[in-house]
């Protein structure tokens, strides 16, 4: 089965992991590692129920599979990085609501 990797997989790993060092060939190649050898964490939302994310060495990302070949949709990141986002994510919907609150 063939895999493709999207452009905006290869960003959000840029991105994500931090990893400005690396060529566009060497990031493709990991995150073909991963949608091969990763495990299933979970389904995620589609028409078409083939869209589910893995998870190997740590990385997360989120693929399409059908018959004939994976695409790598996007990187998700490491553990960490997706806890702190979240906790930004958070942080942010609190003072979103102090700056309303106050400005009523």
């Not at 299933?40 to 028409?47: F, M, Q």
């Not at 083939?50 to 998700?76: A, Q, R």
């Not at 702190?84 to 958070?90: S, V």
Request: hydrophobic share 35%.
């Amino acid at each position: 089965m063939e895999t493709f990797v999207t452009k905006h997989a290869i960003k959000r790993y840029r991105e994500r992991l931090v990893d400005y060092s690396s060529s566009d060939r060497e990031i493709i190649n990991r995150l073909k590692e991963i949608a091969a050898r990763g495990e299933h964490i979970c389904w995620r939302p589609s028409d078409w129920n083939n869209c589910v994310e893995v998870k190997y060495k740590g990385i997360s990302i989120v693929m399409l599979i059908n018959s004939e070949k994976t695409v790598v949709l996007t990187c998700l990141g490491t553990e960490r990085y997706r806890k702190w986002l979240k906790h930004q994510d958070g942080f942010m919907r609190v003072y979103q609501g102090i700056r309303y609150c106050s400005m009523s």
